[in-house]
């Protein structure tokens, strides 16, 4: 069964403290895997596509990266403005998308 | 440029009530995706519609639930006869093609029912 999991469920972190989440899957045929972040109240935000193994993407203070069976999102220097729930989602076929239940990220100034 | 634009974003139903949720995807995109998220849980596929046509339904539950995306107008995820288990926050997104994982989200429909 295709399934998505995130760790931690939540991370408190102080203002300028580094640190990753993680997204481990288990998928038949990935075609991609996408990172996204969710303000609470709104609609999730694309970030990130990746697609290979060793692939590596960056925005801003976030880098994700891909192995043959996780991904990580890395926050380098994060504000509090990066506080959000970020999500992971695999896509197993042309359209559709499996998530993860997010990580949700608390940066305390 | 207007993003996806979902409504109503709070609707509260008795049991057994209908429910009508409305999405206008981005200009431009002919595909859309209804997703419903509970509380801690991941995303759930329901639908992916395009124009006049519904590619895949195997994420919406066969009773009470149905889509559409007419040819002119919104899309509309309609939920017959609700009940309490319906009460979730229903998101719909839209994408300019097919294959692609990287979705424009609209701010969701949190439908409440008592």
């Known amino acids: 069964e295709d399934q998505v999991t995130q760790s931690p469920e939540a991370l408190r972190l102080q203002e300028g403290e580094s640190s990753s989440l993680n997204c481990s899957y288990t998928v038949s045929g990935l075609r991609g895997l996408f990172w996204y972040r969710q303000d609470p109240g709104k609609g999730p935000e694309f970030l990130f596509t990746?697609?290979?193994?060793?692939e590596e993407k960056e925005k801003e203070r976030l880098k994700a990266t891909l192995t043959k069976k996780e991904s990580f999102l890395h926050i380098t220097a994060p504000k509090p403005e990066d506080s959000a729930t970020y999500l992971c989602a695999v896509s197993p076929s042309n359209y559709q998308l499996i998530w993860g239940a997010g990580t949700k990220l608390i940066i305390k100034p | 440029n207007a993003g996806v634009m979902q409504n109503p974003r709070h609707l509260v139903r008795r049991r057994g009530q209908e429910a009508r949720l409305r999405c206008s995807p981005m200009?431009?995109?002919?595909?859309v995706y209804w997703y419903r998220q509970l509380p801690e849980e991941g995303l759930k596929f329901m639908v992916y519609?395009?124009?006049?046509?519904?590619?895949?339904e195997s994420g919406m539950p066969k009773e009470r639930f149905s889509a559409e995306f007419p040819k002119e107008g919104p899309s509309i995820l309609r939920i017959q006869q609700v009940v309490r288990g319906d009460s979730a926050a229903y998101f719909c997104?839209?994408?300019?093609?097919?294959?692609?994982?990287?979705?424009?989200f609209g701010e969701g429909s949190r439908l409440t029912v008592l």
């Open positions: 990746l697609y290979s193994a060793g």
């Open positions: 997104a839209s994408s300019p093609r097919e294959n692609t994982g990287e979705l424009f």
């Open positions: 200009k431009g995109h002919s595909h």
């Open positions: 519609l395009q124009k006049e046509n519904i590619i895949d």
